[in-house]
Each structure stands twice: as structure tokens, then as C-alpha cells.
């Protein structure tokens, strides 16, 4: 029980404990990588390591804190920041849930191939309450296909999505999906032809690592 004993020592010592597993228990074990930072500038270095080899982000410890699983507090702390931003247009829309049950709330939205426009996500945060009521009554005047629970409609909205990063996916005709989407703002500004492209998605894709996601 040598590793109930480690989760339950504070992290210096924990570590240690891990770090003296021999043959064949650590065969079994994956250790993430460990650094210490004692300044903004070290930490925002690590953090960017911890990008560029396909992480999301950082997860911050007190030294002297004991692993306490299904407890929140403030000795354990995730750093994490969006990757980047996409201007998407939105194809589908649904009803969503709870208190937004009678409004349409979870946008379906695609990039540019070209002349088409592939799926490749959705999100259904982000946008205020007022925002979402204006955006039903759009999107109910501009359905191309009613499917009761969710609606085709004209391409003609823009949005502004950040995400944490893309992954490869089936699910969507682009091949990509987007994690963790949430909508950053509505993009009147801006037309479906000046939405991001398929290629832009790609770009990032591999700029983050691509499949150690």
C-alpha cells in the first residue's frame, strides 16, 4: 500500500516516494513531468513548454499539500488558456436546456473548404440571455430545414469561438473538432466568406502538437 501512503504525505515527500519505485511497479507508472517555480516568469516558461508538447496547460501545487481526492481547494490549482480563436459561421441550431428550454441556445458551426462550409463544432455558452433571445427569433425567421429539436439554417452568422484545442475527429466533416468550445462574441463585422478556413484549423492542429492530443 506504499502508494496510498505517498497520496497521503505532503508532495515533497510523496514525490519522493514515487520517484523510488524500482522494477516492476514502475513499469506502471507514468510520471508527468515536474518543475519547480519560485516567479510569473518561470511558471508562464513552463507553461508554454507544456504547450508546445501537447498539454493543455499546467496543473499548480502547493509543495506541502496532501493529494485529498474529490475535494476542491485552493493548494491544487489548474493554469490553463485558450490556444486560440476561430471565426465560424453557424449552420444548425438546437433548443437547449433548463432555463434555456425554449430558446435556441447550441449552435452547430463550420469553417471554409473552399466554396463549402465543413462542421466543426458546437457550443452553447457564451452568449448573454439577451443575446440568445435576439439570436432565436433570427434564427426561427431564417430555418432552411425544421427537425423539430434542431434546425438547418442560412449561413449567415458569424461567431468568434475560443477552445482549448482541436483533436482529430469523425464526428464532423472538417476532420477536426474543437475542445471545450465556448462562443467569445457575435461577429456582425464580418461575413460567412471571411470566416476561418479548414486550412486555418490544420494550422493549428499541428502547431500544437497535433496528434499528442
Known amino acids: 500500500h506504499r502508494d496510498t501512503e505517498a497520496q497521503r504525505r505532503p508532495g515533497t515527500q510523496g514525490k519522493l516516494m514515487f520517484g523510488n519505485l524500482e522494477s516492476p511497479t514502475v513499469e506502471r507508472v507514468m510520471r508527468a513531468p515536474f518543475a519547480t517555480a519560485t516567479n510569473p516568469e518561470e511558471v508562464e516558461a513552463l507553461f508554454t513548454a507544456a504547450q508546445a508538447r501537447g498539454n493543455e496547460g499546467l496543473m499548480i501545487k502547493d509543495l506541502e499539500s496532501a493529494y485529498t481526492p474529490g475535494r476542491r481547494g485552493k493548494a491544487w ?69 425544421d427537425q423539430g429539436y434542431r434546425r438547418e439554417v442560412e449561413p449567415k452568422i458569424v461567431l468568434e469561438v475560443a477552445f482549448n484545442n482541436v483533436m482529430k475527429s469523425d464526428r464532423h466533416e472538417s476532420g477536426f473538432a474543437l475542445r471545450f468550445p465556448r462562443i467569445v462574441r457575435l461577429r456582425p463585422d464580418k461575413s460567412p466568406q471571411e470566416a476561418d478556413t479548414i486550412e486555418r484549423a490544420a494550422e493549428i492542429y499541428q502547431r500544437q502538437g497535433g496528434d499528442q492530443q
Open 77 to 145: 490549482l489548474k493554469m490553463k488558456r485558450e490556444l486560440a480563436t476561430l471565426d465560424v459561421v453557424v449552420t444548425a441550431v438546437e433548443y437547449g436546456h433548463g432555463k434555456r428550454i425554449g430558446v435556441l441556445s447550441d449552435y452547430t458551426f463550420a469553417v471554409r473548404d473552399g466554396e463549402r462550409l465543413v462542421n466543426i463544432g458546437k457550443a452553447y455558452s457564451g452568449l448573454t440571455d439577451v443575446e440568445i433571445a435576439e439570436m432565436t427569433k433570427w434564427f426561427l425567421e431564417h430555418t432552411l430545414d
